[in-house]
Nanobody, 129 residues
């Protein structure tokens, strides 16, 4: 049974920092592409960042580039999203997602939610102005 457990998040003032983490069990972690998505209040879920199976390549949306960093630790089956200089527009529910890499034929930049097989439960990030 695959489990995707998220941690981190919370409420911060604008300019603050947060780190989100996601630990995956029940699958061969380094066979999976990992990504972070977010869903602002009243909006659709949107892609934030992707990291390939090895962690050596990553892609990030322009709206958070330079402020958010994705990284993974295959020895610990974790993927994290470090967020700095947060702004109120970053307020959203954040989700990590896993997709089987050996059959990955999608773009790493801006993939669809339907490209991912497993999802975390979501964690709230709230940034106050």
């Amino acid at each position: 049974q695959v489990q995707v457990a998220q941690s981190g998040g919370g409420a911060v003032q604008a300019g603050g920092s947060l780190k989100l983490s996601c630990t995956v069990s029940g699958l061969q972690f380094d066979d999976y592409v990992m990504a972070w998505f977010r869903q602002p209040p009243g909006k659709e879920r949107e892609w934030v960042s992707t990291v390939n199976w090895s962690g050596k390549s990553s892609w990030i949306d322009g709206s958070v580039e330079g402020r958010f960093t994705i990284f993974r630790d295959n020895a610990k089956n974790t993927v994290s999203l470090q967020m700095i200089n947060l702004v109120p527009g970053d307020t959203a529910m954040y989700y990590c997602a896993a997709a089987y890499s050996l059959s990955w034929d999608k773009s790493y930049y801006g993939p669809s939610t339907t490209d991912f097989q497993y999802w975390g439960q979501g964690t709230q990030v709230t940034v106050a102005s």
